[in-house]
């Protein structure tokens, strides 16, 4: 029997790094178990800001990938500045205090003259492209997936253009997503934002989301249908691991600015100034991209000759890092537009069964998920005495060769199972 094809239209894919990429280079692994055969379009040459030619290995062989050249301001951007067009460019802005001129403006074109994001010009070759491939091979579905928003308007497009189903998958919400403030938008600019969005949500014919937040709010915008597939692990436990003999605490990903969590520092200083027993045992590693703010406010809590700031590294690497790291850490900017946020390393962390401190805004998807499963324990920013109870309890266990997590329920969140509904959908 022929497979049903699937086209899904993608910037991120190997050789980026990142949750990103990940997403969807495990939905095409185990799609053709499902009875689909997933064709993948992507860019020829991309400006992606993490690179991590370990997942190139992970693209399933006999896999269709189409691509199409794409223009990259952020290259242009980089003749101004290099190094702030890479930054912003990984979403990575500074504090508006610390901003320099080029950085304010560097924000200001990319929020108003890159309407819905930067990735804007490939929306209309790609369409040409599309639109003679997808009736030359008799596709029936194609698939777009966001951030980079502008993907959905290619969607949109072909869905106006050709007889065909289109399913629209958010990763991160549009209007809402934090960085929406920081890009110095118009009112103009904004309403233009909303316009798109709505257009995208009324048109499509199924929307997926990785969170029942996400799904609550575009409930308020279309009444099309709307299924929550989150992200999920696919990862295989190192062959050999021991546990760190130090009482490490990891943060595995990206802390930006504002994902720095004051009183985990301050609760880790005074742990350190006085219990001698904790200050000998303990390293805070940070692997991954770091902000400078986040750095400065560690610094401040004098926990600077515990920190080790290790940087990106590849997705295997980082599996090693939480299998053999005694608590992970996991930190989400305190805000209501983050409490849909479910980082794709969650479910990896809950996998490596290492216990997980997180620490983000109050009711958020990610708290529900870690309570339903006995992952580990979360925290609002505001938290400090249990904190430090609860970083203490884990120490004696620590102390005692006994700290280890019993997490329940995961199943239902491995790559597999998370197709299986995709493919339901397709």
Request: aromatic share 10%; charged share 25%.
């Amino acid at each position: 029997m022929n497979k049903k094809k699937a086209l899904i239209i993608s910037y991120y894919w190997p050789p980026a790094g990142g949750p990103g990429v990940q997403r969807w280079l495990k939905f095409v692994k185990y799609l053709p178990e499902f009875g689909i055969e997933p064709i993948v379009y992507i860019p020829k040459n991309p400006n992606y800001p993490i690179i991590d030619n370990s997942l190139v290995r992970d693209v399933p062989d006999g896999i269709t990938i189409l691509k199409q050249t794409i223009k990259e301001p952020y290259k242009w951007a980089s003749l101004l500045s290099n190094k702030s067009a890479k930054t912003i460019s990984k979403g990575v802005i500074p504090a508006k205090k610390k901003q320099n001129f080029i950085e304010k403006i560097m924000l200001y074109i990319r929020g108003n003259f890159f309407i819905p994001d930067a990735r804007k010009a490939w929306v209309a070759p790609s369409v040409e492209f599309l639109s003679t491939y997808i009736q030359d091979h008799k596709i029936e579905t194609i698939i777009t997936t966001g951030p980079p928003h502008s993907l959905h308007l290619i969607g949109l497009q072909l869905k106006n253009k050709i007889s065909l189903k289109w399913i629209a998958d958010f990763r991160d919400p549009w209007t809402t997503i934090g960085y929406h403030k920081k890009l110095k938008l118009t009112k103009a600019s904004t309403k233009k934002h909303r316009q798109l969005e709505t257009l995208v949500l009324n048109t499509a014919d199924q929307i997926v989301v990785t969170s029942n937040v996400t799904k609550n709010e575009f409930l308020t915008i279309t009444e099309k249908p709307i299924s929550v597939i989150t992200n999920g692990y696919d990862s295989v436990a190192p062959k050999i691991v021991s546990l760190d003999k130090k009482f490490t605490i990891s943060h595995i990903g990206s802390l930006l600015s504002d994902r720095n969590p004051e009183n985990l520092w301050k609760t880790l200083s005074e742990l350190i100034s006085k219990n001698d027993s904790f200050a000998q045992s303990f390293q805070l590693n940070l692997i991954g991209t770091v902000s400078e703010d986040v750095l400065q406010s560690v610094y401040k809590h004098n926990l600077k000759p515990y920190i080790n700031v290790i940087g990106y590294v590849s997705h295997k690497e980082a599996i090693t890092y939480q299998y053999q790291s005694q608590l992970l850490l996991l930190v989400e900017i305190n805000s209501e537009d983050t409490k849909c946020i479910i980082p794709g390393k969650l479910f990896e962390y809950m996998v490596s069964n290492r216990p997980i401190i997180a620490v983000g805004p109050a009711n958020s998807d990610v708290e529900i998920i870690i309570e339903d499963t006995n992952s580990g324990h979360y925290f609002c920013y505001e938290a400090y005495t249990s904190l430090k109870s609860v970083v203490l309890d884990y120490f004696e266990s620590y102390k005692k060769n006994d700290l280890k997590n019993n997490p329940i329920g995961i199943e239902k969140y491995s790559r597999k199972e998370l197709t299986k509904s995709l493919s339901e959908l397709i």
